[in-house]
């Protein structure tokens, strides 16, 4: 069986895009369960629905709040459903990227202690949206270019 006929199939994670797809969507559902696992998440105690005043923090690192970490179960769950299809993985790619790159923006000008901080962002979850943004940005240009795994 070809890559172009499985690709058409709906056949899970198929190509090198469609993998892509897959284990950023599993990581984000991993990391929007760990925001609500004690241990997990330190200062859980704190976590709030939205807002920068959160102290619940993911590895001791990364703000999180409910929010935030439903939407990244919401990635998560976009992610795997879209590992199923070459076209929805690479706008799942290219398009979450630059979400996060938005985001990665969003971060820089808002200060960290204002009320427009809704998500909540700390500089650790600025760079690391900064890096989703151009890894996902990249992998959707540039596996969705190749030619052996396009359907």
Excluded: C
């Excluded at 609500?36 to 703000?63: D, R, Y």
């Excluded at 969003?106 to 900064?130: E, I, K």
């Amino acid at each position: 069986m070809s890559t172009a006929h499985t690709a058409r199939t709906g056949r899970f994670a198929e190509t090198a895009l469609q993998k892509a797809a897959l284990i950023y969507g599993i990581v984000f559902l991993i990391v929007g369960l760990g925001g609500f696992i004690p241990g997990l998440t330190t200062n859980i105690e704190s976590l709030e629905f939205a807002g920068h005043g959160s102290e619940a923090m993911l590895m001791g690192i990364f703000q999180v709040s409910i929010l935030h970490n439903v939407v990244h179960l919401l990635y998560g769950v976009v992610g795997v459903a879209a590992a199923k299809a070459f076209g929805a993985s690479k706008h799942y790619l290219i398009w979450g990227g630059a979400v996060y790159g938005v985001l990665w923006l969003y971060g820089l000008v808002v200060p960290h202690d204002h009320d427009a901080n809704f998500v909540p962002l700390n500089t650790a979850d600025n760079w690391l949206h900064f890096v989703l943004a151009v890894t996902m940005i990249a992998l959707g240009v540039l596996l969705g270019r190749d030619r052996a795994t396009r359907h």
